[in-house]
């Protein structure tokens, strides 16, 4: 099963996405999170896409579409995969779909998920990320056990420098620009499901479970 998933900044991607891996055993593939991690490590990558990312716009597609392409032709891939922040340019999508089609496959969901923008301000000031496995909560909806540690890992968890509300502001609108445009590339493919990104997560779980079968 091949599975994008489509929506705002902080509209639940990687929260859904988390799930949808562990249920459908599948890898997860967060490009931000392959981002945050090559800053982390100091790598040439990392740099220069902390210049972007710090300012809420979008890391070039030349350094985004070949890291992709190469996770996943992986092996942990060979059962499908949901990508979580990528493909958000058509070019990228375009990249992905000619890179599946040169062995015979494509996507098999593109799962949009939908929360307007007044509810996702509200939302990213209450993120807190973990640097260190990639594992988010917010401080209202979804809170670790022991405040600002991380359940999973044990590192501390932090607000991200690019989910200040400045930061989101910019975000949103490069989001409407960029990416939106995207659920009509995916609805024409037929392959486009929209869930309500508004309900409580394990509802908004349900109802992509619905959709993907259990
Ligand atoms: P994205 O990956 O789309 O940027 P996240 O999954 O990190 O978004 O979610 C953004 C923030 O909103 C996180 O703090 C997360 O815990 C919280 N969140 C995710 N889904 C919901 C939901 N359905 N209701 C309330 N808060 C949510
Ligand atoms: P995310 O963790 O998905 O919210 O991504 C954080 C930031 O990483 C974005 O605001 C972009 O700067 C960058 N980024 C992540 N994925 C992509 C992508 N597919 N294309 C371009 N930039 C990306």
Same mark, same amino acid.
């Given at each position: 099963?091949?599975?994008?998933?489509?929506?705002?900044?902080?509209?639940?991607?990687?929260t859904?996405?988390?799930?949808?891996?562990?249920?459908?055993?599948?890898?997860?593939?967060? %490009?931000?999170?392959?981002f945050?991690?090559?800053?982390?490590?100091?790598?040439?990558?990392?740099?220069?896409?902390?210049?972007?990312? $710090?300012?809420g716009?979008?890391?070039?597609?030349?350094?985004?579409?070949?890291?992709?392409?190469?996770?996943?032709?992986?092996?942990?891939?060979?059962?499908?995969?949901?990508?979580?922040?990528?493909?958000?340019?058509?070019?990228?999508?375009?990249?992905?779909?000619?890179?599946?089609?040169?062995?015979?496959?494509?996507?098999?969901?593109?799962?949009?998920? $939908?929360v307007?923008?007044?509810?996702?301000?509200?939302?990213?000031g209450?993120?807190?990320?973990?640097?260190?496995?990639?594992?988010?909560?917010?401080?209202?909806?979804?809170?670790?056990?022991?405040?600002?540690?991380?359940?999973?890992?044990?590192?501390? %968890?932090?607000?991200?420098?690019?989910?200040?509300?400045?930061?989101?502001?910019?975000?949103?609108?490069?989001?409407? $620009?960029? %990416?939106?445009?995207?659920?009509?590339?995916?609805?024409?493919?037929?392959?486009?499901? %929209?869930? $309500?990104?508004?309900?409580?997560?394990?509802?908004?779980?349900?109802?992509?479970?619905?959709?993907?079968?259990?």
């Amino acid at each position: 099963m091949k599975i994008i998933m489509l929506g705002a900044p902080g509209a639940g991607k990687g929260t859904q996405a988390k799930q949808i891996s562990a249920k459908y055993s599948i890898p997860h593939i967060s %490009t931000g999170d392959i981002f945050r991690a090559n800053i982390k490590n100091g790598t040439e990558l990392g740099k220069k896409a902390k210049t972007y990312m $710090d300012q809420g716009a979008l890391v070039p597609d030349e350094l985004t579409c070949d890291l992709v392409m190469d996770r996943i032709q992986q092996d942990d891939c060979k059962n499908g995969f949901v990508l979580d922040g990528f493909p958000r340019t058509i070019p990228q999508a375009e990249a992905l779909d000619e890179a599946l089609k040169k062995v015979n496959q494509s996507m098999d969901y593109a799962i949009d998920v $939908d929360v307007p923008d007044e509810n996702i301000v509200k939302r990213m000031g209450g993120r807190r990320a973990c640097l260190s496995c990639g594992a988010t909560y917010h401080i209202q909806f979804n809170p670790t056990k022991v405040e600002g540690v991380c359940d999973a890992c044990g590192s501390k %968890t932090v607000l991200r420098d690019d989910d200040k509300p400045e930061t989101v502001k910019k975000r949103l609108t490069v989001y409407h $620009d960029q %990416t939106q445009p995207l659920i009509n590339f995916y609805d024409n493919k037929g392959i486009l499901k %929209t869930v $309500d990104g508004t309900q409580d997560l394990n509802k908004v779980f349900e109802d992509i479970v619905a959709i993907l079968g259990e």
